[in-house]
């Protein structure tokens, strides 16, 4: 027993100190104050972030403790799942699965300790954005009696059942066959929105795997008893940015009241929890592959018989072809290669789905086309989210910077994104061209350059996939699915081709500072190795 608790807890140590180790898990705390800074705003701030018809509570314990249960438990999950989905897929990329799976560590052992150190993850981000609030309460200054109750009970009562289920399902879209990918992340993102819509349509229930209902009802239901007005207002307490013009009225919240029932309804979703985690280690393979069961079959080779010559077999001949050497790299050489790279993955359905699309781009009315198009624009997104990573991904860099121009290479990544980007598009494209919508026409093509280049400055500052396809996949929900002001960036808002072309533009530049600033740093790297080897020859000598 003693030897499974330490193993547990060495496991989930490393992984909890690898993760405070990364840039990922800074970028995420950074988020966190930030938004514990943002969802508190002064009276005089002209903005609500919790709207109640333009009634708010006083910043007090309860109120911002149900505040800062119901932000995490929405943002977080989307935000935390991408940082920490692939923990298992990290162990096999770096070559430590095999070693893994020699140990007598059971499946049952490994994956949940990869749940549970997720979980403390988790735990230590929750922790952080709960002491961020308790500063705005003491900032803001309407109550400074910090009742820690009113902070404890929402987080325990909502936030750790609700992580728990959030780190069962890391693991488990990591494991499970079909969700590893791009198509994982669309499926969970797809289940985020509809948990969102479920926490709030069903309010109290046993689906309510969020818990924002609980606090959102109680809040909404003690503000209507003081403002009788409130009862004719269409607004029953939402999230967003919603400007005031003045310092609204305020009342006294003091918390929920935890009914036996609603308990009951959380832990229900701890058994969901480890029921995930025991599925997830179900259909673990244990990092088999099908290169490794290749490798596992090596056939016998007889040696001759002494005495007797072993004939060579020419039967089989094969010819390099000659290396040349050329003065200059061909840009259209790099840019053909990364297509064939970008695209090597892609099966033949999914050639036949974009002529598919593109032949319905060009059928169908024009008015129809931009209702439509947002979910085309789903498509390519595993092809986007490579770009500027690669290197990082494969450990290629080193070697790449020895075969050409570091600079020629990320036009040539980015022109190619380019291209096919517009070969998604181009039905739509000619149908604005056939039918002279030349605004439209200037709206998508902007988008065509916009897109690859998010994805090119988010994968070379970042160097994962993750981050590009959390951000796209918000912005696209937002701006292409809700037509929100100024985020719809697929062309439906003709008049805003101007700030997205500014915004290329910007996205462009802060991707190329960043590759020279890598290329630099591995330049210096390198250069610091040479002299040092140079340095050690000559003491020899």
């Known amino acids: 027993m003693s030897y499974a608790w330490s193993t547990y807890y060495c496991l989930i140590k490393n992984n909890l100190i690898k993760q405070m180790r990364s840039y990922s898990f800074l970028i995420v705390v950074l988020l966190t104050l930030f938004l514990g800074y943002a969802c508190v705003p002064s009276p ?114 909502i936030v750790m059942p609700s992580l728990l289920v959030l780190a069962a399902l890391t693991v488990l879209f990591d494991v499970m066959p079909g969700l590893k990918g791009v198509v994982g992340n669309i499926i969970f993102f797809a289940l985020w929105v509809c948990c969102s819509i479920v926490s709030i349509a069903t309010p109290n229930s046993l689906l309510d795997v969020f818990g924002l209902d609980i606090i959102r009802s109680d809040m909404v239901r003690e503000a209507t008893l003081k403002y009788a007005f409130l009862t004719a207002s269409e607004e029953g307490g939402s999230f967003g940015y919603y400007p005031v013009e003045s310092i609204g009225p305020t009342f006294v919240w003091h918390g929920v009241e935890w009914s036996p029932s609603l308990l009951i309804y959380r832990l229900a979703w701890v058994g969901i929890a480890v029921l995930l985690i025991l599925v997830s280690s179900l259909v673990f393979n244990r990092f088999r592959t099908k290169e490794n069961a290749k490798r596992s079959h090596i056939p016998v080779i007889y040696e001759p018989k002494k005495g007797v010559a072993a004939k060579p077999d020419h039967s089989h001949e094969y010819r390099l072809s000659p290396v040349k050497k050329e003065k200059r790299v061909r840009m259209m050489r790099l840019v053909r290669a990364e297509i064939c790279m970008m695209l090597k993955d892609c099966s033949i359905w999914w050639y036949l789905l974009v002529l598919g699309s593109m032949a319905a781009s060009l059928l169908i009315p024009l008015e129809n086309v931009q209702s439509w198009l947002p979910v085309l624009a789903l498509w390519p997104i595993a092809i986007w989210s490579q770009m500027g990573t690669w290197e990082k991904f494969y450990f290629t860099r080193e070697l790449l910077m020895s075969s050409c121009s570091p600079l020629k290479r990320f036009f040539a990544v980015w022109v190619s994104g380019i291209l096919i980007t517009l070969l998604v598009f181009s039905g739509a494209l000619v149908h604005f061209i056939l039918d002279g919508q030349w605004a439209h026409l200037t709206a998508w093509l902007v988008s065509v350059l916009f897109v690859p280049t998010l994805a090119m400055a988010l994968g070379t500052l970042s160097g994962t996939r993750k981050m590009f396809e959390v951000v796209y996949m918000l912005w696209w929900y937002m701006g292409a699915v809700n037509n929100l ?27 190329l500072v960043g590759q020279q600033i890598k290329a630099g740093v591995l330049g210096g790297s390198a250069a610091k190795g040479n002299n040092s080897k140079h340095y050690d020859k000559g003491g020899v000598s």
Not at 78 to 89: D, G, I, K, N
Not at 490 to 504: D, E, R, W
């Open 44 to 157: 005089s701030s002209g903005y609500q972030v919790f709207y109640i018809g333009g009634v708010r509570g006083i910043y007090n314990s309860a109120w911002l403790g149900g505040m800062v249960t119901m932000m995490s438990t929405l943002l977080l999950w989307l935000f935390a799942f991408f940082m920490l989905r692939s923990q298992v897929s990290e162990d096999q990329r770096l070559k430590v699965g095999q070693i893994i799976a020699s140990t007598p560590v059971s499946n049952f052992r490994y994956i949940f300790s990869k749940a549970i150190s997720n979980y403390v993850v988790l735990l230590v981000i929750e922790l952080l954005l709960f002491l961020a609030f308790m500063g705005m309460q003491l900032i803001r200054g309407e109550d400074y009696y910090i009742h820690i109750a009113d902070y404890l009970q929402p987080f325990a009562f």
């Open 485 to 511: 002001p100024n985020l719809n960036f697929l062309g439906a808002g003709t008049s805003q081709s101007l700030l997205y072309g500014i915004l290329t533009c910007l996205l462009l530049i802060m991707a």
